[in-house]
């Protein structure tokens, strides 16, 4: 399908190309420099398409270098003498017999050279302006290099895409969003380079690598390039020797490979004209020489002039040079194991299970089940189909993962065997398949096979972590404190163990344990799973967020994981719910909500409802927060259909979310009802972080009776929000204006700005009622100022504040649902009220406002907002 690219906006480069061109310009005219591709003859004719001067076009090619004025000869006409002097001379006459005119040159650098010496003396003589391309990196006529170096033309070097350039140019042809962990291995395939990425996207297009899940366009598999891009490159290819090019042959295979290797296979000498050409660059790391392409896209042309059977000999030569060295890190072992995989040689089984696991550690969950299932294949038992069995669970395959755990009898398994294949089995169940009474059935086996204590211990850890996501957050962190209490616990323990504290310990607003908890899972993560440290760093973060400690936090979201390849998307998309978390907590709505649905996308054929809850609930919240009630209804909705008892743990807080909702509808006596009844289930389940915040929800939607027990829960819990929220609560209660301006102070201090926009809010009404008017308008004008800080969001706090109504609470709802279209019916039963009842409000809401009518009622309501 023929897509129309768009032409990235460059306004300063626009704006001196224009100033240059100027007929009072000081100069003759500019010279574009830049990379193939970069968009220099896009840009130049952009710029003289929209002038009023004439303009005559050429281009250098390489078959015209060798004729006299070639490039000219359709300006000037055919030559008159032989003698270059005087066909130089007749030249320049015929071109300034046109006029004043501009003159474009594309692709300067292959002028030849009488051609060159015309653009050199029209430029000397000002009679014409000029405007000229030249690729970076070319030889370049004495010529042409003097019109810049003698200041007779503006010297302009073109830059590559920015990142935020790249993404605008694929977005606006695609027509939606591309996800943040797809944008950056695009541009960091093309370069910024407008040519390079354009390619780049029709051919993922073309393969099918770049589709859209969720609104939301993702790359998942190679970079793929087109057939056209492909030529345009290998015209570089062509010009190199045999040397050269098969040194590429190597490294298209494996790269970065070890120079010391390369060069043994390709000569030093074919290395140096590589270097020199461009085409590769040579880095020292940890003492060690290595070898990458300069541009990746380099290595996929090579690729593509290999035949197959070629390509599996020069990777069975790679393969044993590499085998005859050790293999000390996970990037090494993976490398080797690749060219394996595709070479002429036999694959090595502990290569293949090593390389799973290091897959696994670096969260790549596709090269992982890669490994894995060559691993099986090629002879793997019970520890291969465990690895393969675990990243298929991580990638939303739960029925396939029972097939493959289902393909050993677990009565033939000794004590070790049964706990691997038993845990798996398990997660799968509770987490993927989301069936707890079912796991815990299946925890029940493991129990009754494994005896020693050191194994015990990981069933317990695991046991631990479905209680506590049973919401049974007493049990679960009873028993992960009992196994954490042992320092001589195995790695996989102290993982299990460490999520089911951290999490219990977060929820319950004890967060300032969790980093210690925190730092002794970090220590043990490289020996188990790298995608369950994402849950882990959840349950510090929430932690962190709950008790007001938002800088580390976010911090902490920041120090996760590095990401190098699309194949570790699951583990991007739990990171970007951890950023999205903190967001959330601080009022950067726009910022959550675009994290938080690329979230939901990447996980939404992977991981499982049981790791995307977190990350619903915040999306709703911030969809609230923004006003976007039908975006927010439909994640309710969404959400609704995947809750059970293996995701119970976060119902409190997905009420405290449904209570926003029922706030920018409008239904504020609702609101505060929800509110009221996420606090008192958080509190039966001991998340008392999660009360508070509940609590708090309520008072920001002027429900003040919440603040007694407020100050109880700032005696009982870490940090230092609580104890705002409780002094909040209390000025709510008391018609305190001084307090809650104060409260507002304090909010923005800690940097939770939409509790102080909210507080501001209603220390202005407060104020006004009291008839100071001075410092209304003080707190009012903080608050707008807090609130479009957050986005522009408009909370029933700052709607009351901005645009107060002479009505009652329960009034104020009715006319509010009255302006949402909702009929007197369908009122009474959003409300559990009679229709009649309804119709009392509404009377006196029209006598109030000194309207007649639900029209008008909804007019007035829809002005105030």
Not at 364 to 373: G, H, N, S
Not at 510 to 539: C, M, N, Q, Y
Request: glycine letters at 8%; hydrophobic letters at 50%.
């Amino acid at each position: 399908m023929t897509r129309t690219w768009p032409v990235v906006e460059r306004t300063s480069e626009i704006g001196t190309i224009r100033a240059a061109l100027d007929t009072n310009s000081t100069v003759g005219g500019v010279v574009l420099i830049g990379d193939a591709g970069v968009g220099k003859t896009t840009l130049a004719r952009r710029v003289t398409t929209s002038l009023q001067t004439d303009v005559r076009w050429v281009a250098g090619t390489e078959s015209a270098r060798s004729i006299p004025l070639g490039v000219f000869a359709h300006l000037v006409g055919s030559a008159t003498s032989r003698d270059p002097v005087n066909f130089l001379s007749a030249a320049r006459e015929s071109l300034l017999a046109q006029g004043h005119i501009i003159i474009g040159v594309d692709d300067a650098h292959l002028l030849d050279h009488l051609s060159a010496t015309l653009l050199h003396q029209l430029a000397i003589d000002r009679a014409v302006h000029i405007v000229a391309t030249v690729r970076s990196g070319e030889s370049v006529p004495d010529a042409v290099t003097a019109l810049w170096k003698d200041g007779h033309l503006v010297h302009l070097d073109l830059e590559p895409f920015t990142k935020e350039q790249s993404v605008s140019f694929v977005e606006s042809v695609i027509g939606g969003r591309l996800e943040g962990l797809s944008a950056d291995m695009m541009w960091q395939a093309s370069g910024g380079n407008a040519l390079f990425l354009r390619h780049l996207v029709e051919g993922a297009l073309e393969s099918g690598t770049l589709t859209q899940t969720r609104d939301v366009w993702q790359l998942r598999g190679r970079a793929a390039i087109t057939s056209e891009l492909a030529s345009l490159l290998e015209s570089r290819i062509d010009q190199l020797s045999d040397d050269v090019l098969g040194a590429l042959r190597y490294l298209t295979f494996c790269e970065p490979l070890e120079f010391d290797i390369l060069a043994e296979f390709a000569g030093d000498d074919a290395l140096d004209e590589a270097e020199q050409r461009g085409l590769i660059r040579i880095v020292e790391d940890d003492d060690r020489l290595s070898v990458h392409f300069n541009h990746p896209l380099f290595g996929e042309v090579v690729r593509r002039r290999v035949g197959v059977a070629a390509s599996r000999r020069l990777r069975g030569k790679l393969v044993r040079a590499m085998a005859a060295r050790t293999q000390t890190s996970a990037p090494e072992r993976i490398r080797l194991a690749e060219l394996t995989l595709d070479s002429d040689q036999p694959a090595d089984l502990g290569l293949l299970r090593a390389a799973a696991n290091d897959a696994v550690g670096l969260a790549d969950v596709p090269l992982a089940e890669r490994f894995a299932r060559a691993a099986v294949r090629n002879g793997g038992g019970l520890a291969e189909a465990e690895v393969l069995a675990r990243v298929l669970l991580w990638q939303g395959q739960p029925r396939e993962t029972d097939d493959v755990l289902n393909g050993f009898d677990p009565d033939a398994l000794d004590e070790g065997e049964h706990l691997r294949w038993g845990l798996v089995k398990v997660a799968n169940t509770f987490f993927a398949l989301g069936d707890a009474a079912a796991a815990d059935a299946e925890l029940a086996k493991v129990f009754a096979r494994v005896e020693t204590p050191i194994l015990r211990q990981i069933a317990d850890a695991v046991a631990a972590a479905l209680a506590v996501h049973e919401n049974r957050l007493a049990d679960g962190l009873a028993i992960a404190e009992k196994v954490l209490a042992d320092r001589a616990a195995l790695p996989w323990a102290v993982e299990w163990a460490s999520y089911a504290a951290g999490l219990a310990l977060g929820l319950g607003g004890k967060g300032t344990r969790v980093a210690d908890i925190a730092v002794r899972a970090h220590s043990v993560e490289e020996h188990t799973d790298g995608l369950l440290r994402f849950p882990v760093w959840h349950g510090e973060v929430q932690a962190l967020t709950l008790i007001g400690e938002f800088d580390k936090a976010l911090r902490r979201a920041e120090e996760t994981t590095e990401f190098s390849s699309v194949g570790q998307y699951l583990a991007w998309g739990l990171t970007n719910s951890l950023h999205g978390t903190v967001a959330v907590a601080q009022g950067r709505f726009v910022d959550a909500v675009t994290r938080l649905e690329e979230t939901l996308a990447a996980l939404a054929t992977g991981a499982g409802a049981s790791w995307s809850c977190p990350a619903r609930t915040a999306l709703i919240m911030a969809y609230a927060a923004l006003g976007y009630v039908d975006k927010a209804t439909a994640a309710v909705r969404a959400y609704e259909e995947i809750t059970g008892d293996h995701v119970a743990v976060y119902l409190p807080q997905f009420e405290v979310a449904r209570a926003w909702v029922a706030a920018a509808e409008g239904a504020i006596v609702d609101a505060v009802d929800v509110a009221d009844r996420a606090a008192a289930q958080a509190r039966m389940s001991g998340q008392f972080g999660v009360e508070a915040e509940a609590l708090h929800a309520a008072a920001r939607f002027g429900e003040g009776a919440v603040a007694p027990r407020l100050a109880e829960l700032a005696g009982q819990l870490d940090g230092s929000l609580v104890p705002i929220y409780a002094r909040h609560a209390k000025a709510l209660a008391d018609a305190d204006a001084a307090g809650l301006a104060s409260a507002a102070g304090e909010f923005a201090d800690v940097g939770a700005i939409l509790s102080a926009a909210d507080a501001a809010a209603q220390a202005s009404v407060v104020f006004a009622a009291a008839g100071n008017k001075r410092d209304a308008v003080r707190l009012g004008a903080d608050a707008d100022r807090f609130a479009s800080r957050c986005g522009g969001v408009r909370t029933p706090a700052l709607a009351l504040a901005s645009n107060p109504l002479p009505l009652t609470a329960r009034e104020r709802e009715v006319a509010n649902l009255v302006a949402a279209g909702l009929s007197n019916k369908e009122i009474a039963e959003r409300l559990v009220v009679s229709v009649r009842t309804v119709e009392g409000h509404l009377y006196r809401a029209c006598t109030k406002l000194d309207v007649t009518d639900r029209a008008e009622v909804a007019a007035v309501v829809n002005r105030a907002r």
